[in-house]
Every structure is written in C-alpha cells, then in structure tokens.
C-alpha cells in the first residue's frame, strides 16, 4: 500500500514532468479513439454495402458483346426465355431475386412528352428518302419491387393516388398527366414499339412529381427518340408486363437482378447458368462502377485515417520514449537512495509503473470520452469533402455512350448510386479492447525505459555520481 499511496505522491511531486507524459498519451489516445472509431464504422458500411450490390448480380443483354458478334439487337432472336429466367432464381446460391424489364412503346390514345404527333409510333426520314423509321415514345417499366425503383424517395415521389399494386395498374409522370389531362383512374393504351403483338390497357393509380434530369446523358436528347426522356417513363408491376403473354424475352430489355447468399460465389453461378443455356450475348456481373461509387468516399475516409493513425501511434512512442528517458535521468538520485536504504529492486520497479499506469488510466478515462465527442464531426467533416470530391468527378464522366446494337447503352454511372454520405459513428466495445490495447503498450514503453534504468545501475554508483 505504502508503494501505491508512495507513487500517487510522486505524481504531484513531479508535475511539470508528468503533464507532459500525459499530454502525449492523450493526444495518442484521442487520436486512436477518432480513427479507430471511423475505420470501424467505416469497415461494417462497406461491408453491408458489399452484401447489397456486391451480391447483386445482373443478368442483362450485352449489346457491346453482340456488336462484336456481328449480331443486331433488333434483329437477332437468340435470347433466352422468361422461363430460363426463372429458372437462374432457383440457384441454390441465390436468396432473393428481383425481376425487372422495359418494353418500349406507343401509343395513338396520348402524348409523350416532346412528341407533337400521335399515332403509329413512326416518322419520315430526315435524309430526304421518304422512308419512314420507328420512333419509339414511351418506356413501359416492369418490376417485382416496386421499393426498388431508381430515384422513388429522393428525386421523385408520388403526389397523387397510391403506388401500383393490382394487376393492370400503372403510375406516370406529373408532366404526362398533365399534358394528356389524365386524372387518377383513367385508363391509357400502349402498344409494343418491337413487339407489336403486345398491347397494355393499364389504369392510373398514381402520379409522380420527377425532378430528375429529363434525359440520362445529353446525347440522348438529340437522337428523336422521346422515350429516352424519363418523362415518359410509363412504370407497373411485373405481372402486369407479363400478362400479354410474353414467351421469349424478345422486345423486352430484360434487367434481372439475382442477389447472392455470398458476393464470392459470382464465378460459380455464372457456371451455373452457362451451363443452362446463357448465351455470350449476356452479362453475367456485379455493377462494379456502382459498388467503387458508392464505397468509394467511404474507402478513402478508412484508408486516410488508419495512416493517421500509425502515423501518431509511431510519433506519439517516439516522443513518450524521449520524454520518459529524460524524466528516469532526472530520478537516478531518488532511485539511488532508494536502493541504499534497502529497498528491493523489485518495489522501486513497481513504484515506477504504478505512476505510468495511473497517468495511463487516467488519460485512458479522458482519451476515450473526448474521443467519442470528436469521432461523429470529424467523420462528418471528412466524408463530406470526400463525397464532393466524388460527385465531381462522377459528374464529369457521366457524359458517355455507345451507339451499339441499334440502342444507345450508356455507361454504369447512371445516376441511380450515389456515394454514401452518411456514416454513424459510435465507440464499441471493440474499440475500447483496442484503445485499451495501445494505452497499455503506451504505458509499457514508458515503464520499460524506467525499468532498463534501473536494473542497469546499482545504487552506490547512482550516488557516487550523484556527487
């Protein structure tokens, strides 16, 4: 006890000295807290997120794939049928999938935003040959979940009725409703612009306020073809798309998405599927633009970090190392006189530690609490500079197409992903296990160096020199 009480004592004592070991220990510790902090939080995003689109696998007609084949997309009919489509989602590696289409379309009942004309879903030539080309007007969209739709919740949201749910019911834009004067339950008609045999008597049941960009790219609002306008995007369930009887896939853009009990298991099912019949005309891929946009802010926050982490770790030691060697020179006289009176080697070495552990502890106390109140705004501050970063650099690659195929295939920014902006931050027991870990190692290095001293001297020669 008589050491303990002995050793809180010194610490008064020895003010001057000990506030600046502990300086450097709780800058150590407050810095470990914020970075170990955020790389954690940041570690269980990315992995969440790597258990969504990591494992979300598409399989989609690869238009570039079919140029190279010398195939035409309007012309070649090797694709597979909806039945083979059903079958990928029996997959033993698969836990959910999600079945989405777009038909493109006419109409001679109404409108679509940009097109003066109705009708058959044609016009004349502008190379002066008289010859008439298909013009298609609307995209008619098919989904099994409707929660999934790109841009529902943020950029368009519905103002009037209800999302689709019955079998025959649709929801269009705010700008279509109101050019063509269609209300809540109305009935529209469209027919297949490719799959003229497919026609759609679909009711209203809802109307949605779209604020996103009218065309994808810019490009697109030069080619006459007003269904690229997402205007007129005409959106409805899946066996609604179904219910005309679909046998092949032939007319449809089919976008199934299977997503996988494992992202590691993408080459097996891909095998899988192959085998069942899946021609090189498909993609059989993780959207992995997608996933590095929307990991990507977070990575580089994690990354940044854990190199100011080691960066202040080795400081921090070399400066603790420095200071606790001058601060044992300054106690040879009191170590030695405490070996002459006849104190054990062994006590003068746990008096020393005592101290280191309780400046240790304390600042532990202190680290720890400061750490958890500066996390959440330094997280903040450095992923919001991140995702401006990204979102800057997204937007000035999003201008980009291929012509291929017959259709215009743009690039997998799309818009649909942005990156994550927003990360909670919050100290677990994991992080307090590893701060308490550094603050021990902290410690250590500090108490070793006293240790060293003093079982490298003996005491007539600490005071010999001493005089």
Request: proline share 1%; aromatic share 8%; net charge negative.
């Amino acid at each position: 006890m008589y050491l303990i009480t002995n050793a809180m004592k010194n610490l008064l004592r020895n003010k001057g000295r000990n506030i600046l070991i502990a300086a450097v220990t709780l800058v150590t510790i407050i810095s470990a807290v914020v970075t170990l902090t955020i790389n954690n939080a940041s570690a269980k995003v990315i992995d969440n997120i790597r258990l969504d689109l990591g494992s979300r696998v598409e399989v989609r007609q690869d238009f570039i794939e079919m140029r190279q084949a010398g195939l035409d997309a309007r012309e070649d009919r090797s694709f597979v049928s909806i039945d083979d489509f059903y079958s990928y989602a029996e997959s033993n590696y698969i836990r959910k999938t999600i079945f989405g289409a777009v038909m493109y379309a006419w109409s001679d009942t109404f409108f679509a935003i940009g097109d003066g004309l109705k009708g058959t879903g044609t016009r004349e030539k502008n190379d002066g040959s008289g010859e008439e080309m298909l013009v298609e007007t609307f995209k008619l969209i098919g989904t099994t979940e409707p929660d999934t739709l790109a841009d529902f919740g943020t950029l368009r949201e519905i103002t009037s009725g209800r999302m689709f749910s019955e079998l025959g019911e649709c929801i269009i834009s705010e700008d279509i409703a109101w050019l063509n004067n269609i209300s809540i339950g109305d009935v529209i008609e469209l027919r297949g612009a490719y799959a003229t045999d497919k026609t759609y008597s679909l009711t209203v049941a809802g109307i949605y306020y779209d604020a996103t960009e009218e065309f994808a790219i810019s490009f697109l609002a030069m080619n006459g073809r007003f269904a690229d306008n997402r205007r007129n995007e005409v959106i409805t369930n899946w066996d609604t798309l179904m219910a005309a009887g679909w046998e092949t896939n032939a007319g449809l853009d089919m976008k199934s998405e299977y997503f996988l009990k494992d992202p590691d298991d993408i080459s097996d099912f891909e095998t899988e599927v192959r085998s069942k019949g899946l021609p090189i005309t498909y993609n059989v891929s993780i959207n992995q633009a997608a996933y590095d946009k929307v990991t990507g802010p977070l990575s580089g926050m994690k990354s940044a970090v854990m190199t100011f982490m080691i960066v202040i770790l080795v400081l921090g030691a070399i400066i603790l190392a420095l200071v606790s060697f001058l601060a044992v020179r300054e106690r040879k006289y009191e170590v030695g006189v405490l070996r002459a009176m006849g104190m054990e080697r062994g006590k003068v070495v746990f008096g020393i530690l005592a101290e280191t552990v309780a400046i240790a502890a304390i600042c532990l106390v202190v680290g720890l609490c400061a750490g958890s109140v500066m996390a959440q705004p330094v997280a903040d501050s450095i992923l919001d500079k991140r995702v401006t970063a990204a979102e800057a650099e997204s937007g000035q690659g999003r201008q980009l197409a291929l012509f291929v195929g017959g259709q215009f295939q743009t690039n997998a920014d799309d818009g649909t992903y942005v990156p994550e902006s927003d990360i909670k931050v919050n100290i677990g027991m994991d992080v307090i296990v590893q701060i308490i870990i550094i603050t021990l190692s902290l410690a250590a290095l500090s108490g070793i160096i006293g240790v060293a001293f003093i079982t490298q001297y003996e005491p007539l020669k600490i005071l010999r020199e001493r005089t």
